[in-house]
Every structure is written in C-alpha cells, then in structure tokens.
C-alpha cells in the first residue's frame, strides 16, 4: 500500500502560482511513477502531469504546458507539482496518484485526497 496526502492548494489570483506536494508513504516511492490529475466540478478527472520513477520522463497536458512544471525528490518521498502563470481554468480538486508507469489514470494504483486549487479572475 501507498499513502499519498497531497498539500499546497489555495486561493490564487489569474497570474499566480502554487506549488503542490504530494507526500507519499508505505511503500518504496522511488518504485513509483506519480501522477498529478484535476478534476472540476461538472468535468471529468483530466491528466495534468507524470513523471518515471527516476524523473528522466515526463509528460504535461497541452494545457499546461509551459505553465506547470513535475518534479520529485526521492530522498523525501514527494513529488511537486509548480504552477505558474494560473488560469481561472485551473480551478480543480487537484490528485496525486502513483503507478508503475507513466499513462491515463487507469495505470495508477493509489490515490491521494486531492487538494482545491481556485484561481480568480
């Protein structure tokens, strides 16, 4: 089992940033490739980010790109998920899941609480 409690969501201005964590728990996390996914109300869970469990892949949304940026410290068992330049769009519950590999979220084993991310015009 994995435990992933993710943080770092809030209320932002259209042009912001945040910077979201996912600590994750249990197992080996370096094992793991890790997700992040958002999902707003009325819409359904849309991929945002992953990256490999060495951090030497990664893949973004076209809507993020540019914008977002992955990354993981294995030493500290977290993955993050930097947010610049924020649309209203944005606004979601934002996950973090893990999985043996990078792909859509059927891949991915164990999932976190979500965090709200809200992003005013």
């Known amino acids: 089992q994995v435990q992933l409690v993710e943080s770092g969501g809030g209320l932002v201005q259209a042009g912001g940033s945040l910077r979201l964590s996912c600590l994750a728990s249990g197992r080996t996390f370096s094992n793991y490739a890790m997700g992040w996914f958002r999902q707003a109300p009325g819409k359904d869970r849309e991929r945002v980010s992953g990256?490999?469990?060495?951090?030497?892949?990664?893949y973004y949304a076209d809507s993020v790109k540019g914008r977002f940026t992955i990354s993981r410290d294995n030493a500290k068992n977290t993955v993050y998920l930097q947010m610049n330049s924020l649309k209203p769009e944005d606004t979601a519950v934002y996950y973090c899941?893990?999985?043996?590999?990078?792909?859509?979220?059927?891949?991915?084993?164990?999932w976190g609480q979500g965090t709200q991310v809200t992003v005013s015009s």
């Open positions: 899941a893990a999985g043996w590999k990078l792909g859509v979220a059927g891949v991915y084993d164990y």
């Open positions: 990256i490999s469990w060495s951090g030497g892949s990664t």
